[in-house]
């Protein structure tokens, strides 16, 4: 039981860590997560035996380098980023816009990849590893039209934060838009997060049909707003592309990925 309540402690220490705010002391990470300093200490020692933070003196910790060797094993045992990389590369090449390809975890969005705007007037967005509250944004609107009641009640069962005057707060409010979603494939954001930027999105879906992600297209909003329609269908395009990309791996278990070089014969 000791070690049960060790481990459901350690993701929200290392949810403290972010761009924002890459250290943290010991007082701090006690404070901040409600524990007493000495089992904020013993967390944060054990987690730099394992590689996960690193001491960096004074009693301060940062992240480690072990996280980058747990992403590296995870994109390698990922599909998902390699076969939606050329198609975000494409629908970027073709509307100009920023592309950004993220999943739902924890009730958020977590951004996965991304291709910037060629625009001169272009929206830079979140990093890749960044979160967001899925509410408020293109992308969380397509994950969330196709989630569970306990991801919805995971992402909507707090307070809903505003962003904007266009942010929408309101549950009932957002689940009737979400049905819509539903229905059409595409969502829309409108100045939701920052405002006079607009965004488009879509559900990818994977060879059983579930949601494993989302794709969106972002810009100034005099820009996208007179496109909408069709910028809508260009993303839902895309995403369909990824699926059957998705679908195609899974049929052929050793096939390398599309566009892949190393596929190619050495003859």
């Not at 929200?12 to 010991?26: A, C, K, N, Y």
């Not at 992402?155 to 505003?162: E, F, K, P, S």
């Not at 005099?222 to 839902?236: F, N, Q």
Request: contains cysteine; aromatic residues 4%; glycine residues 8%.
């Amino acid at each position: 039981m000791a070690m049960l309540q060790t481990i459901t402690k350690v993701g929200p220490l290392l949810d403290l860590f972010s761009i924002e705010r890459p250290e943290w002391g010991v007082s701090e990470a006690a404070e901040a997560l409600g524990m007493p300093r000495s089992s904020a200490h013993a967390l944060l020692t054990s987690l730099v035996e394992t590689g996960l933070l690193v001491n960096v003196g004074r009693g301060r910790y940062r992240l480690g380098w072990r996280i980058v060797e747990l992403y590296e094993t995870m994109r390698a045992g990922s599909d998902l980023r390699t076969y939606a990389a050329p198609v975000l590369a494409a629908l970027s090449e073709q509307t100009g816009e920023t592309i950004n390809l993220g999943v739902l975890e924890r009730g958020q969005v977590l951004y996965i990849d991304k291709v910037a705007s060629r625009h001169q007037v272009s929206v830079t967005g979140l990093r890749v590893g960044s979160r967001l509250e899925a509410h408020c944004c293109g992308l969380g609107k397509a994950l969330l039209a196709f989630a569970t009641p306990a991801q919805l009640d995971a992402a909507l069962g707090g307070t809903l934060r505003r962003y904007t005057e266009n942010t929408i707060t309101n549950r009932r409010a957002l689940e009737a838009q979400l049905l819509e979603v539903r229905r059409t494939g595409i969502a829309h954001e409108n100045g939701e997060v920052v405002r006079d930027v607009a965004c488009v999105a879509a559900p990818v879906k994977d060879s059983f049909g579930v949601v494993v992600a989302a794709v969106s297209l972002s810009g100034p909003l005099y820009r996208i707003g007179p496109k909408r329609e069709e910028l809508g269908r260009a993303v839902r395009t895309a995403t369909e592309e990824i699926g059957r990309r998705l679908a195609a791996a899974d049929a052929a278990p050793h096939a390398v990925p599309f566009d892949d070089p190393s596929r190619l014969s050495a003859d």
